[in-house]
Nanobody
């Protein structure tokens, strides 16, 4: 069984930065692709970014490319999402997920998901 715990969310002004962390409590972290999704009120989970188990490949939502960076530290079983130049439309609950393929873009394709951390961007 795997437990994912996100942290690092909070209020931030537009243009600011936040760094989200996702601690993976389980075995064989480096064999899982990790991803970040977000969910705004009344909407479905939206893919944000993903990274391969060994960190060699990443994938991003077009609207965050160049602003967000996904990374991982396999020695700490932790994934990160560095978010820069935040916009009002980035406001959402951010979830991390663990699964078998970093190319997967759907929440349901990931085997494990966390409880989320709220990010609120204000003018």
């Amino acid at each position: 069984q795997v437990l994912l715990v996100e942290s690092g969310g909070g209020p931030v002004q537009a243009g600011g930065s936040l760094r989200l962390s996702c601690i993976f409590d389980g075995r064989a972290f480096n064999t899982y692709a990790m991803a970040w999704f977000r969910q705004a009120p009344g909407k479905e989970h939206e893919f944000v970014a993903s990274i391969r188990g060994n960190g060699s490949n990443t994938k991003y939502l077009d609207s965050v490319e160049g602003r967000f960076v996904i990374s991982r530290d396999n020695t700490k079983s932790t994934a990160y999402l560095q978010m820069n130049s935040l916009r009002l439309e980035d406001t959402a609950i951010y979830y991390c997920a663990a699964g078998n393929g970093y190319r997967n873009l759907e929440w349901k394709q990931y085997r494990y998901g966390g409880q989320g951390t709220q990010v609120t961007v204000s003018p």
